[in-house]
């Protein structure tokens, strides 16, 4: 009896709740019509002629990301970084990895193969993210994947043999976060010791602040200037973060 | 009366599904179906973002083709932005992901259940 009237009463409060939402969500305008913010943003992000506002992206989202909002991305890397720490303090003490058996030798063999598509797909991912789809978190998730694959089929106690461990893994995820904040106050440094203007996380140059990254390798390969080198940051930040919680989550109890 | 044109109809599925995952978030009593229904919750409310940021008729993602006009890339690409905060949202929402997982291991670990009204019995 009592499970029924549970029953009715959610869905009489999802009902409501529904009823509400909708109500609110109608007053929004209807969808179709990108507004003025998101247009400067398409206008200007690959806009040869007005190089005062682009950021030398041929993807905007990508743009957005590192060049117009940044700092956004910034703390929000932090906040991951934050995640991770505070899962690597729960389980403080299991530095070990122990090895065990793993799959049969045909799963074993193919991961070890597929291990290695996997990550060049997770660097072709992050490095022509300013012309692609993708970025440093995809890059990154990708990259976790290849060391769970490892895991899952070799055991945990087989990534030292890839010279990989817990502590090399937070060093290398602080080597990612290192980068980012390194690249982000250059252009403050520069401008500390040349007396010129330039801001933090500055990706290409301005009429009044002139400094800037390279916008191309060469004669014509685009480099997107800050853009790539900070993904590749990201992308080891991120990979190593879920290789670390992955490996804590997937600790048993009688391990402890 | 309220009229919903077809362009409002995934206002509605967002709706709904936002509150689904609310009534889950408060009143399921076990933990980790607490927590999926929070992360669902933030996937409606991305969806929110993706559903505002399309622009209907030809459009085209947010990457310039080679040759192409900034201004007729402008009027025909969809929102960056709407994909922007959605790509931070879903970092920001892992790092809670893994943050709870682990909170919910340990509650496991230290009552034996992560059913909220069994651990409410436990504590008298």
Known sequence: ??????????????????????????????????????????????????????????????????????????????????????????????????????????VRATARLVFVFIL????????????????????????????????????????????????????AKIVGLVLIAGLTIVPVLYSLTSGSVAYALQNQPKAWAPFGYPTFLGLTSLSGGLIIPIQLGEMIHVGMGFTIMFLLLTIKEKED | MVIVTAGQLPYILVAIMAAICIYAALFKSNLFKKMLAMFLLTDAVNLLFIIQGYRIGGAIPPIIPPGMDPSEFALRAVDPLAHYFVVTAVVIGLAEVATLTVLIIYTYRHYGTIETKKIKELRG
């Open chain 1, 120 to 171: 060049t797909s997770a660097f072709a991912i992050t490095i022509f993210s300013i012309k692609t789809p993708g970025g440093g978190f995809q890059g990154g998730s990708i990259m976790a994947i290849a060391y769970i694959a490892i895991i899952v089929s070799l055991s945990r106690g087989f990534l030292p043999e890839m010279s990989i461990d817990l502590e090399k893994a937070h060093i």
């Open chain 1, 1 to 106: 009896m009592n499970s029924w009237r549970g029953s009715v009463l959610g869905v009489l409060f999802v009902a409501l709740m529904s009823s509400i939402l909708i109500y609110a969500f109608l007053g929004y305008p209807e969808p179709g019509y990108v507004r003025p913010l998101g247009e400067f943003y398409l206008f200007n992000t690959y806009n040869f002629e007005n190089q005062d506002w682009w950021s030398a992206s041929p993807n905007a989202v990508t743009g957005l990301l590192w060049d117009y909002r940044g700092y956004d991305t910034l703390y929000e890397t932090m906040v991951f970084y934050v995640g991770i720490a505070a899962v690597a303090m729960f389980f403080e003490g299991h530095s070990k990895l122990r090895k065990t058996g793993g799959m049969t030798v045909i």
